[in-house]
């Protein structure tokens, strides 16, 4: 019998009993959500991103220019929107899609 104390569940996606915490470790791994911009580039809380094109910004009568820095993004509960910060915008999303990380 081997040193360990492990509880064995049965994995319905292998077919076998293994330990508790090795399929614990798979499924965190599995569930780890990964949120890219438009180059496919990883993002993460407080990145700094570049708009790749124009984007009329609805209900603040503005529009983004293609090249414009957007510092200290924060990730949402959505994969495909990220919360931003700029100047006279407050409350602005943008989605992925229009940004790459610099």
Known sequence: MSGSDDDYVY????????????????????NQRV????????????????VIKDLKVKGAGQTLKQGT????IRLTENDEEIDCRY????GLVLRTEFVRKR
Do not use: C, Y
């Open 11 to 30: 994995d319905e996606a292998t077919g076998e009993w293994r330990p508790a915490s090795e399929v614990a470790a798979a499924n965190a791994v599995a």
């Open 35 to 50: 949120v890219r911009d438009s180059a496919g580039t990883p993002l993460a809380d407080g990145d700094s991103v570049t």
């Open 69 to 72: 820095v957007i510092r200290s």
């Open 87 to 90: 100047e006279a915008i407050k």
